[in-house]
């Protein structure tokens, strides 16, 4: 288990400045273990890589604690920040499908990733900025 977590904070240190590129099997691992090995994280249900036009998208189903949305809503979309920046796929828009009980309709984000990675990874951004700037959210 520590060893797990150890090799988790390894990975999350170099993959934010890594100039490897993942296929999308690689980055599904990363991903499955991100949200499983990390406190803080909410229930990945699901994901789904997809081309909408000319535009990749990543998209993330997570179950989130109604009252913790914010801590859901930031973890998740970090860690599709993180997953563009390594994946050999250009990456342009995040969706996140929030599910919250006891709502029957989930809540859906979506994020401009190269604006997401300003503030989750570069740090050239405030979280304020980013949800004027790069983040819209609306229920289905």
């Not at 691992?29 to 998208?57: C, S, T, W």
């Not at 990456?91 to 990733?113: M, V």
Request: net charge positive; with cysteine; glycine share 4%.
């Amino acid at each position: 288990m520590i060893i797990k977590k150890i090799f988790l904070i390894i990975l999350l240190g170099t993959v934010s400045f890594s100039t490897e590129r993942f296929d999308d099997a690689q980055i599904v691992v990363m991903l499955k273990e991100y949200f499983k090995e990390a406190p803080n994280a909410p229930i990945l249900l699901g994901h789904r890589f997809y081309q909408n036009r000319n535009d990749q998208i990543i998209q993330l189903e997570v179950d989130a604690n109604l009252q913790d949305i914010n801590t859901s809503l930031l973890f998740s979309f970090k860690a599709m920040s993180l997953i563009a920046n390594v994946a050999n796929k250009g990456f342009k828009q995040g969706i996140l499908i929030l599910h919250t009980k006891p709502n029957n309709l989930p809540i859906i984000a979506e994020t401009d990733i190269k604006c997401a990675q300003q503030f989750f990874i570069y740090g050239n951004m405030g979280e304020k900025k980013w949800r004027k700037d790069c983040l819209s959210m609306k229920h289905n």
